[in-house]
């Protein structure tokens, strides 16, 4: 991975044990959660704290990402999970997909990365790391899941 790394595995899974605990208290519990990936890395974020539910207690809360055969979302919480939120139009890509599926009772968005520049009223619930980049810079994110030999956050780029 080139670049300037901001998080590390360790660093990574603490984000997500942390994320998780926040997704539950926020929802008061797990029960009526559904977590959904906007993308590729965004499924692979709700496959993990799905994971950590199940490993910490016993629960399992649905994931599956956008594109895949919709999961029941009426009336439930659904956390649209998003690698890096940027100008927020993936998030209201999501947001317009799962209205598709049915009428959630709320809609929160989970970033593991927040680099800021939104062009669009956008904010994410649950953030795991605010980076602020300018348009020249990028962030890398490389998942197990996506077929990186290990997990990792970097700033590739140059200052514009």
């Known amino acids: 991975m080139n670049g300037h790394i ?9 984000c997500i044990v942390r994320l998780s605990h926040e ?3 926020r929802n008061e519990g797990l029960e009526n ?4 990936g906007v993308d590729e890395g965004g499924k692979a974020l709700a496959r993990r704290v799905s994971e950590y539910y199940h ?14 055969a919709p999961l029941e979302v009426e009336g439930k919480a659904i956390v649209l999970c998003e690698e890096v939120l940027r100008t927020g139009r993936s ?18 968005l989970l970033a593991l990365i927040d680099r800021g520049g939104r ?11 605010n980076v ?24 590739t780029g140059g200052k514009a």
Do not use: N
């Open 33 to 36: 959660v559904v977590l959904i």
């Open 91 to 108: 998030a209201i890509e999501g947001i317009e997909k799962i209205f598709s599926f049915g009428c959630p009772a709320r809609i929160q």
């Open 23 to 25: 997704i539950e208290e």
């Open 132 to 155: 602020p980049t300018s348009r020249a810079e990028y962030v890398e994110i490389a998942l197990r899941e996506l077929g990186a030999p290990s997990d990792a956050i970097a700033i």
């Open 119 to 129: 062009e669009l009223p956008v904010r994410a619930d649950f953030v795991g790391k």
């Open 55 to 68: 490993r910490a207690y016993g629960d399992v809360v649905p994931h599956a990402g956008i594109e895949e």
């Open 6 to 14: 901001i998080m590390d595995e360790a660093a990574i899974h603490r």
